[in-house]
């Protein structure tokens, strides 16, 4: 199979969710990628999208998110870009299941989920102020 891609920009508000998860699932579906892959995959680029609305543009809706998929062979490569404040991935720990049942946290599972579904995830902030997300799902097909 040759290279295949779509791309997505958009404003970073909570209701372009929606959209985001309409374009990964379509771009999947017409390849046929396998259904419960792509539930995963839209889990996972809905989860990114959201810290990056959430914690990089901290809700401002005038930000933007730019979104490349591109499948070559059986490897969904999902790029994301947005030019809000840095990630301190040092930062993030694991969450710990039985504090979050105990102290009634909600929360904090996003990165988590992100780097149980995809195969490869790499995060990095360009000189000019971009950051710059790459998650890698190896698929299969119906």
Same mark, same amino acid.
């Given at each position: 199979?040759?290279?295949?891609?779509?791309?997505?920009?958009? =404003?970073?508000?909570? !209701?372009?969710?929606?959209?985001?998860? !309409?374009?990964?699932? !379509?771009?999947?579906? /017409?390849?046929?990628?396998? =259904?419960?892959?792509?539930?995963?995959?839209?889990?996972?680029?809905?989860?990114?999208?959201?810290?990056?609305?959430?914690?990089? &543009?901290?809700?401002?809706?005038?930000?933007?998110?730019?979104? =490349?998929?591109?499948?070559?062979?059986?490897?969904?490569?999902?790029?994301?870009?947005? &030019?809000?404040?840095?990630?301190?991935?040092?930062?993030?720990?694991?969450?710990?299941?039985?504090? &979050?049942?105990?102290?009634? /946290?909600?929360?904090?599972?996003?990165?988590?989920?992100?780097?149980?579904?995809?195969?490869?995830?790499?995060?990095?902030?360009?000189?000019?102020?971009?950051?710059?997300?790459?998650?890698?799902?190896?698929?299969?097909?119906?």
């Amino acid at each position: 199979m040759q290279n295949d891609s779509e791309q997505l920009s958009i =404003k970073s508000s909570l !209701e372009s969710l929606k959209i985001i998860r !309409e374009f990964i699932s !379509e771009f999947c579906i /017409k390849r046929n990628i396998k =259904k419960s892959s792509i539930d995963k995959i839209v889990l996972a680029v809905d989860e990114a999208c959201s810290n990056i609305i959430k914690h990089a &543009y901290q809700l401002d809706e005038s930000g933007i998110i730019n979104i =490349k998929l591109s499948l070559e062979d059986s490897t969904l490569k999902i790029e994301i870009e947005d &030019y809000g404040q840095p990630f301190k991935n040092s930062n993030v720990n694991e969450p710990n299941i039985n504090d &979050y049942y105990k102290e009634h /946290k909600k929360g904090g599972w996003g990165l988590y989920l992100i780097k149980k579904i995809m195969n490869f995830v790499s995060y990095d902030r360009t000189n000019d102020g971009k950051n710059y997300l790459v998650l890698i799902k190896n698929v299969e097909f119906e």
